[in-house]
C-alpha cells in the first residue's frame, strides 16, 4: 500500500475503533448523549477515510500532489475538531459551537480538496489485468 493510502487507513482503523468503542460503552450504559460523536467518528473517521485510502491506493497518480497531503491534514483536522466539538455541546457546552461550525468547514474543505482530486486524475488509474 502507498504512503497515502496507508495514512488514511490506518487513520480509518483508529476512528473506527474509538467508535465502536464508543458505541459499545454507550450500549453498555445506555446513555446515548454522545451518539452524534460515535456517528461522526464511524462515518467521516472510519468510511470515509477507508474510502479515501481505497482511492489512493487505486490510482496511485492522485498522491503525486501536495493537495493529497493537504486532503489528509485536513481531514483529520476537521473530524477531531468536529468530534470534540459535538462532544462537549452533547455535554452542555454551548461555547464549543464555534468549534464545531470550524471543524464541519474544515471536513467540508478536506471533501472538496478530494473531489477535486477524483475529478483531476480519475482516468489515471493502472492498467491492470
Known amino acids: 500500500m502507498n504512503k497515502t493510502a ?3 487507513m490506518k487513520a480509518g482503523v483508529i476512528y473506527a475503533l474509538a467508535g465502536f468503542i464508543l458505541g459499545v460503552a454507550m450500549g453498555a450504559t445506555h446513555e446515548f448523549a ?12 472510519w468510511a470515509s477515510m477507508a474510502i479515501y485510502a481505497m482511492y489512493y491506493q487505486l490510482v496511485p ?3 503525486r500532489s501536495a493537495l493529497a497531503k493537504a486532503h489528509f491534514w485536513l ?3 476537521g473530524l477531531v475538531v468536529l468530534t ?3 462532544a462537549l ?8 459551537e464555534p ?21 483531476s486524475t480519475s482516468g489515471m488509474s493502472e492498467q491492470r489485468g
Open 84 to 86: 470534540a466539538s459535538v
Open 89 to 96: 455541546l452533547s455535554r452542555g457546552v454551548s461555547a464549543a
Open 99 to 119: 468549534g464545531a461550525a470550524i471543524g464541519s468547514m474544515v471536513s467540508l474543505a478536506a471533501l472538496l480538496v478530494f473531489a477535486y482530486i477524483v475529478f
Open 61 to 63: 497518480a492522485a498522491t
Open 6 to 8: 496507508g495514512n488514511f
Open 75 to 77: 481531514a483529520n483536522l
Open 34 to 45: 454522545l451518539r452524534s460523536v460515535h456517528t461522526h467518528l464511524n462515518l467521516i473517521g
